[in-house]
């Protein structure tokens, strides 16, 4: 397996860096960046936060929009940001900006014409650690993060690989896919019409019958336009509650959807990482 | 004069706002972005930093990938990002990045057909600056900065308007625009080809027979693919170091001219304006 190096960008004396490489999950070439802080080298591995991303977005807003790569250098920490789909023209794709490229939901498709690329899931937990750990010199330690369709995709695969990860956190995740209108029209396009396939992919469901999990740390903006229909934080807040676990949920007024929300608190996520992974 | 809200996103406890107005000056509609700390209030208004951004930009980039309103907030400064030039249908255009929309060079166009609407020098300096500190809870205290073509324009308006201004900073400028590509191409097209209009938009010129300035800070990469070409900081250097001028120039080796280099260093541009804004 190859990746191929497409740039590199000194930041706060580490480097930011995009590779290409061809995946064997998703059967097309994926793009992802890397942030390496100035304290990683062969003789010091540093462990990896990995971000997933929202709809619509790359490997790219997170690395330009956060603000996050000041606070992983100051911390030692590595951040890896997969693109949030499969891409290209031999991949199906939709119209729409909520289905197909941009749009995978970080889940594996059973349903055709989903099911030759679209196992974004896999290739989250399972294929790209791999080659972030036999690549660059990082540690095996990993939590993971990200931000609406990505804040579902770290809360489902933190729930769902619970060893592999120290913590997970999120910026307004869509909490409850299986009960909202991104979430109905993305599961029962991917993974068909049986519900019951979607409860795998949905963190409110997972959650409904367990009384522990990682620790996690949600922020949501009482000012975001998706927090009723398509977030669901509420019901997200019930089942946290009702079956005392671990995850501390804020909210703050005035806040809205978009990185200038994630911005102002990504500091405190990248430090709960950090407590985690032993880093503070 | 109306001024027509476009956005409002709450961050770090202030408010990043866009903005639409009818400028006279350009002859046009024009956008800008401030953000205002939380510190702002009819009850306590805050200086201004002025930040010009560079070719193929708009009012987004700065805010959105500086990582600044951390510190602005922390701080208690407004921040104020003008469009690159004037835009719309209406406005001459060339279909290359570096001349036209996108490209104003932040000069007074004298040729036609630029002329009746390329005067973002006076639009920088006189007229947003009225509209601002008629509008917003800020002081007329205020400083200037910005990156690459905005560098060039932060340093013209600094030395040309001293008494506006507290202190200047540059990221990357077009240090000696009559003597680059990016400059001879602009200059000559929006003030003709006498180069005795040029001088009044070249910092090295300006500075030539000058033994004092404003305070000022640059920043420059060394590995930045357009310093030899295009910036000339070594001739900006000479002349500094010739005249014994306040301009405290700062070479970052394995930086580009990106804003991961831009994010490295902004605490320190926006902290050198702090200081000479009263704030610290």
Chains 1, 2 share one sequence.
Not at 208 to 234: N, S, W
Not at 243 to 271: C, K, M, Q, V
Request: a negative charge; aromatic letters at 10%.
């Amino acid at each position: 397996m190859t990746i191929e190096n497409l740039s590199a960008n000194k930041s706060f004396g580490g480097w930011h860096k995009q590779y290409l490489h061809s995946s064997s999950v998703l059967n097309c070439p994926m793009r992802f960046a890397i942030y390496l802080p100035p304290q990683a080298s062969s003789e010091h591995k540093v462990p990896v936060l990995y971000w997933l991303s929202g709809l619509t977005c790359t490997d790219e807003n997170f690395m330009q929009k956060a603000g996050a790569l000041r606070i992983a250098a100051k911390l030692g920490l590595a951040i890896v940001a997969p693109d949030t789909s499969p891409r290209g023209d031999e991949v199906p794709d939709d119209e729409a900006y909520d289905l197909g490229q941009g749009a995978g939901f970080y889940v594996n498709a059973s349903e055709a014409p989903w099911d030759q690329n679209y196992r974004m899931f896999d290739y989250v937990n399972t294929e790209l650690p791999a080659i972030i750990e036999s690549t660059f010199p990082v540690t095996n330690q990993k939590s993971i993060a990200g931000h609406s369709m990505g804040g579902h995709g770290a809360l489902v695969s933190a729930l769902r690989h619970s060893s592999q990860y120290r913590s997970v956190s999120a910026f307004s995740p869509i909490a409850h896919p299986g009960d909202c209108p991104w979430g109905r029209k993305a599961l029962s396009a991917y993974l068909g019409k049986d519900r019951g396939q979607w409860t795998q992919y949905d963190a409110v469901q997972l959650l409904c019958d367990q009384r522990d999990c990682l620790p996690a740390l949600v922020d949501q903006g009482q000012d975001d336009e998706f927090l009723v229909e398509q977030l669901k934080i509420d019901v997200l807040e019930s089942v946290v509650n009702n079956n005392g676990l671990p995850i501390n949920i804020r909210r703050h007024a005035g806040y809205d959807h978009s990185y200038y929300f994630i911005a102002s608190f990504i500091e405190d996520h990248l430090t709960f990482h950090a407590e985690h992974l032993g880093l503070l």
